[in-house]
């Protein structure tokens, strides 16, 4: 079983920028893939980031793709999404994930393993 917490979440200006980290234990973290996904309130939970196994391979939804970076370091046991020049509309609470594959998806339900979540507010 991987336990996951995440940390890094506040309140900041629009065009600020933030660093979510997910740190993981309980097992060997490489095993995993690993997703960061989003909530705002009144909506469906979303796909943000994902990254696979090595950190070879990434993606973002259309609308982070180019503001945020995910990455992750195994020896570490931690993974990280790097979130610049932020918007309102980026307002919601932030989950990592991590499923037992090489390779992430972006269906929430695949997922095995989720954090408690970080609160990120952005103001106008």
């Known amino acids: 079983q991987v336990q996951l917490v995440e940390s890094g979440g506040g309140l900041v200006q629009a065009g600020a920028s933030l660093r979510l980290s997910c740190a993981a234990s309980?097992?060997?973290?490489?095993?995993?893939?690993v997703g960061w996904f989003r909530q705002a309130p009144g909506k469906e939970r979303e796909f943000v980031a994902g990254?696979?196994?090595?950190?070879?391979?990434?993606f973002y939804a259309d609308s982070v793709k180019d503001r945020f970076t995910i990455s992750r370091h195994n020896t570490n046991n931690t993974a990280y999404l790097q979130m610049n020049n932020l918007r309102p509309e980026d307002t919601a609470v932030y989950y990592c994930?991590?499923?037992?594959?090489?390779?992430?998806?972006?269906?929430?339900?695949?997922?095995?393993?989720w954090g408690q979540g970080t609160q990120v507010t952005v103001s106008s």
């Open positions: 990254i696979n196994w090595s950190g070879g391979i990434t």
């Open positions: 309980g097992r060997t973290f490489s095993d995993y893939a």
């Open positions: 994930a991590a499923r037992q594959k090489v390779v992430f998806t972006r269906r929430a339900n695949e997922y095995d393993y």
